[in-house]
């Protein structure tokens, strides 16, 4: 069965989006995905939203590519890319048309998207009502019902509590200090220890609390605020997981994917 005509616009194209959209485009679905000027992704190596710095990424071995225009996107993703447009606003949805939408921009509230804005409606994450706000909720906090599809009812609130890693939990995320300018002092991919300096924001340095891969990193130059996420070290130092889709975002990708079929019928 040929899904070509059934067009799948995502808001948002950081990790978590990243494994569904991958996940899609594999089983055949075109796929747009809609970003800011500057998209806030961590896990660079695996978001296609890199590509609206670098022009084009790739994720476990499918394309994605930046287009200015809207049916050059089209085009791109009727050919099997990851098509990436900036429109923070989601002023294509209309002229787009999907089939599918799905908010993956982790928003945990729900601002500007309903269950009128496609025939199907997937939500990722807190703050939508699945057969309210849109059609179907997935459960993206870890634990047992990671991935789940929601047809009534919300998914768990944020919790502000990072999942298990490697035994880690809060250390193994790094933070901006205070508001300002992120310049990074180390790279992607690099090995740290407990008490580095991995980058500061208006001079204020941020050390790893803990020995690991910086297995994510936000872009030198992009503002942050205080308290936000600036990068994440994974303590169990596999450089293999660099480029590769997490099970967070793969069970998150499966329960996208029956939403996806639950919908379109």
Known sequence: M?????LVVFRGAGELASGAIRRLILAGFPVI???????LCIRRTVSFATAVYESEAEVEGVRGK???E???ALNGAKDGIAAIIIDPDGAAIRELSPSVLVDARMLKKNSDISRESAPVVIALGPGYRASEDVHYVVETSRG???GRVISEGAALPDTGVPGELGGETAKRVLRAP???EFIPTMKLGDMVSAGDVVGEVNGAEIKSELNGLLRGLLYDGVMVSEGMKIGD???RGNRDFLHSVSDKANSIAGGVMEAVFRGIG
């Not at 040929?2 to 059934?6: E, G, H, L, P, V």
């Not at 995905?33 to 998209?39: I, Q, S």
């Open 2 to 6: 040929s899904y070509s005509n059934n």
């Open 33 to 39: 995905a809609l970003e800011t000027e500057k998209p």
């Open 66 to 68: 930046y287009f200015k």
């Open 70 to 72: 809207r049916v050059d």
């Open 144 to 146: 047992h019902d990671l």
């Open 178 to 180: 205070v508001s300002g």
């Open 233 to 235: 070290v994974d303590p």
